[in-house]
């Protein structure tokens, strides 16, 4: 098993749609999540963090964590084209002390 | 806050030359930077953490001797290429994390290397 997992997609939606992104980690002890956005060609943008459970608005985006599921998301609302990216999903867990384990992205394109 | 630039952000060099990339936080100090190296549609892989005025720790399976980084000061971390071969052709990001901040990382732009 992965220790960050994410469908790598594509996710295809309508412009003006919500695109829900999920990932999943490993049963270690972790303390901070993040979001990065990477357009093609580029490298990551970071986009949104979280440490505790419950959910965290910035804008149009929306991260949940649920530790004890071992999940989270990435919610975006009224999507646009220019949100066609591949969204990479991060962990930081303890025993790896300030490294972070990265997902493999998932593939978003939104279709006006 | 919290940018990242890299030098140069491509590089084009003949089989068995040297390339330096610098990696600079900006505006502000950075005690750990990151290398990583990404082939096209394919995931970050993470090739080395540098640590200022340490050596560098490297992830399983990365040579130190051909991918030389030093760390000399709190702004800046340096990646060298030794003897380049087109496999070596990449797209190379720096990353840094803020003193006491949370492990967020900042990445740079990338130096895309083609070595002919």
């Known amino acids: 098993q992965k220790e960050v997992e994410q469908n790598s997609g594509p996710l295809s939606v309508p412009e003006g749609a919500i695109a829900s992104l999920n990932c999943t980690y490993s049963?270690?002890?972790?303390?901070?999540f993040f979001w990065y956005r990477q357009y093609s060609g580029k490298s990551p943008e970071l986009i949104m963090s979280?440490?505790?459970?419950g959910d965290k608005e910035d804008g149009r985006f929306t991260a949940q964590l649920n530790k004890a599921s071992q999940y989270v998301s990435l919610l975006i609302r009224d999507s646009q084209p220019s949100d066609s990216a591949t969204y990479l999903c991060?962990?930081?867990?303890?025993?790896?002390?300030?490294?972070?384990?990265f997902g493999a992205g998932t593939i978003l394109r939104v279709k006006s | 806050g919290a940018v990242v630039s890299q030098h140069p952000s491509w590089v084009i060099c003949k089989s068995g030359t040297s390339v330096k990339i610098e990696c600079r936080s900006l505006?502000?100090?950075?005690?750990?930077m990151f290398w990583y190296r990404q082939f096209p549609k394919q995931s970050l892989m993470l090739m080395a953490t540098?640590?200022?005025?340490?050596?560098?720790?490297?992830e399983q399976g990365v040579e130190k001797d051909k991918f030389l980084i030093n760390h000399a000061s709190l702004t800046l971390s340096t990646l060298t290429v030794t003897s380049a071969h087109p496999e070596d052709s990449s797209f190379y990001i720096c990353?840094?994390?803020?003193?006491?901040?949370?492990?967020?990382?900042?990445f740079g732009p990338g130096t895309r290397l083609t070595v002919l």
């Open positions: 540098s640590n200022e005025g340490s050596k560098a720790t490297y």
């Open positions: 979280i440490y505790s459970n």
């Open positions: 991060a962990v930081s867990f303890i025993e790896y002390g300030n490294k972070l384990v």
């Open positions: 505006d502000f100090q950075a005690t750990t």
């Open positions: 990353s840094a994390i803020v003193a006491g901040g949370w492990y967020e990382q900042f």
């Open positions: 049963d270690r002890v972790s303390q901070s």
